[in-house]
């Protein structure tokens, strides 16, 4: 008889301690997609990012002792692969296990909104910062599992118009060149009003191929309209298009000044048009990747060389971009769990009530994340400092200057 209870015993803490360990946890998965080739060029930096983040968190503990299983996918820049990777995992994965998700274009949210938002009601953060989806016709009434890592492309306009508006005493005319895509047409409308709003003309709208090889019709437009200003909206910076637009706009427009928005506001412009990018001004959502003082670029950088990525790496922001989405990740999960409601919906509650630092990300300001987008954007100039010489290439060699503080579009936009 005692035989037979030793035996029962030493099954029950065989027992307790496999459901103790992380590995006899209730799985936790996430899905990112992020665009690491395609059109918008080799940006494998992405998945660099996200999986070093990854692994740290779950050398870590994970969430509180439960490790994350995370899937990561190349989308391509193509809505058509975003949606089939989605609709795949989906398929496959259980729902309690399944609880966060990711994409990075504005193509892809349209066919996804009733999948995300009605069928799978998964909590969805976004690259996007399509004004349509997260602007005042939008947001969380309309799409509540819909998320975005950034300010809305109109806000971001709007934030340079008045800029614009003070740079130029009030007199300076506008131009906007935009990518024939989703993505490049998402601010017009805003821009438009705002800028009638502020007493900005906007003198001329071109749009310009995500593909195309000439930017001469275009230019000569603009240059007719006699532009100050001339914003260059809805593409990589490491896209052929960049270079050749902005090598371009300098031939042509010799005096006026080319604004950019999140994406072609980095360092990989500098890299493929060299000083032709001196001067432009741009709006981003993150800090520049120089700026060694802010925590969250510090620990990108010491995550790059701990994990030996540092000689791949061509633009650090894309890098310090998948490790963002891994840190916000396990910032939903860690909360939904810590209030006992690891479930897509406690995932969802954690982001709506999530007020957040980001690790210092924005200098030390908080966001409130109620609106479902990352209120946060910052101006900076290019200074292209020096070329040198590079395995037999001139490469150019620049930094971007802030010039405004951290503005908090929900509180400080007007």
């Avoid at 604004?259 to 741009?282: C, E, R, S």
């Avoid at 009530?353 to 100039?381: C, E, Q």
């Avoid at 395995?391 to 400080?412: M, Y």
Wanted: glycine content about 10%; some cysteine.
């Amino acid at each position: 008889m005692k035989k037979k209870f030793i035996i029962i015993g030493f099954m029950l803490s065989l027992a307790l301690f496999f459901l103790s360990t992380p590995s006899a946890a209730k799985p936790i998965k996430v899905l990112a997609q992020f665009p690491m080739s395609g059109p918008v060029g080799s940006l494998p930096e992405f998945g660099w990012g996200f999986i070093d983040g990854m692994n740290y968190i779950n050398a870590k503990g994970g969430v509180n002792g439960k490790l994350i299983t995370y899937f990561l996918e190349d989308m391509r820049y193509s809505p058509t692969v975003e949606v089939a990777n989605f609709t795949r995992y989906a398929a496959a994965e259980k729902r309690e296990e399944l609880l966060l998700a990711s994409g990075y274009i504005t193509g892809a949210l349209k066919p996804l909104i009733d999948k995300v938002n009605k069928e799978e009601r998964i909590p969805w953060l976004d690259g996007s910062y399509s004004t349509e989806i997260f602007g005042p016709e939008g947001g969380p009434s309309k799409y509540p599992y819909y998320y975005s890592l950034g300010a809305t492309y109109g806000d971001q306009f709007r934030v340079l118009l008045n800029w614009i508006k003070e740079d130029s005493k009030g007199k300076g005319k506008v131009a906007i060149v935009y990518s024939n895509t989703e993505w490049g047409r998402d601010p017009l409308a805003m821009a438009r009003a705002h800028a009638k709003k502020i007493g900005l003309p906007i003198v001329a709208e071109e749009e310009f191929g995500f593909t195309a090889m000439d930017a001469t019709s275009q230019l000569t437009n603009i240059r007719k309209a006699k532009a100050d200003y001339v914003f260059y909206h809805g593409y990589s910076g490491a896209q052929p298009q960049t270079a050749i637009f902005i090598k371009a706009a300098r031939q042509y427009l010799t005096k006026a000044t080319l604004l950019g928005t999140h994406y072609t506001t980095g360092q990989y412009p500098i890299l493929i048009a060299g000083k032709a990018v001196d001067g432009m001004v741009g709006a981003v959502c993150r800090p520049q990747v120089d700026e060694m003082d802010n925590p969250m670029v510090k620990m990108s950088h010491e995550f790059a060389e701990k994990n030996k990525r540092t000689e791949g790496i061509k633009d650090m922001f894309l890098y310090m971009e998948g490790l963002t989405y891994a840190l916000i990740f396990h910032e939903a999960l860690s909360r939904a769990d810590a209030a006992g409601e690891l479930t897509r919906e406690g995932v969802k509650k954690a982001l709506d009530n999530l007020v957040w630092d980001y690790h210092g990300l924005f200098g030390g300001r908080g966001f409130a994340y109620k609106s479902h987008t990352i209120p946060m954007v910052r101006i900076y100039r290019c200074k292209v400092e020096k070329e040198i010489e590079k395995a037999g290439k001139k490469i150019a060699v620049g930094t971007w200057k802030p010039l405004s503080p951290w503005i908090n579009t929900e509180i400080e936009l007007k």
